[in-house]
């Protein structure tokens, strides 16, 4: 299915500043949608009463598995024409099957954030959002985030940021991500 949608797709390392990014377009006209919140919604079909990563990150894997590797694109797809929705941008792609599958839209532009690791743990050690993260927890749960011995049905973040049209940095200031984010706007978008 091809649209005239014009796409941005967010990837990164959690914690690397995807979620502010996105907020950033939608500040800019952009319908968000987060990718992770059909997991969510999934999560709570099952009845789960608190949403970890690691579960978050096992049904996905189930999702790609069992539906493709593309299906929280397709889904996403399918919400925005449902919707009527020209404009938006997409947090969190976390496999090269979503990538392939909002490449069929020709109006896509697929932008990396690029953190720190040690900048990406203290920003969300303090958070309640998820589960409790030590230094150990963050490692093992970012190794699988990023790919590392995992299949093609699993997590490749670490793939898909070197699938990216625009690389931004963010191991500084909020401002100075936002300048950033604003110059890549006015030249890319």
Known sequence: M????????????FGSGKSSAASFFELKGFKKIILSSFLEGETERRGFKKI?????????NEWRRKYGRGILAKKATSYLKREGIKKAVI?????????????????????????????????????????????????????????????????????????????????????????NLEKIFKKNI
């Not at 091809?2 to 390392?13: D, E, K, N």
């Not at 970890?52 to 996905?60: A, C, M, N, S, V």
């Open 91 to 179: 947090d969190g792609i976390r496999n090269l099957g979503e990538i392939q599958e909002f490449k069929k839209n020709k109006n896509f532009v697929l932008i990396a954030i690029i953190s720190s690791k040690k900048t990406r743990f203290e920003r969300l050690k303090d958070l309640k959002r998820r589960e409790k993260l030590t230094w150990e927890v963050f490692q093992k749960l970012d190794r699988r985030d990023m790919g590392l011995g995992q299949k093609n049905s699993g997590l490749q973040v670490l793939a898909c940021l070197k699938k990216a049209d625009v690389f931004i940095s963010n191991n500084k200031t909020i401002e100075v991500f936002i300048d």
């Open 2 to 13: 091809r649209t005239t949608s014009l796409l941005i797709g967010i990837t990164g390392g």
């Open 52 to 60: 970890t990563r690691k579960i978050l990150q096992d049904i996905g």
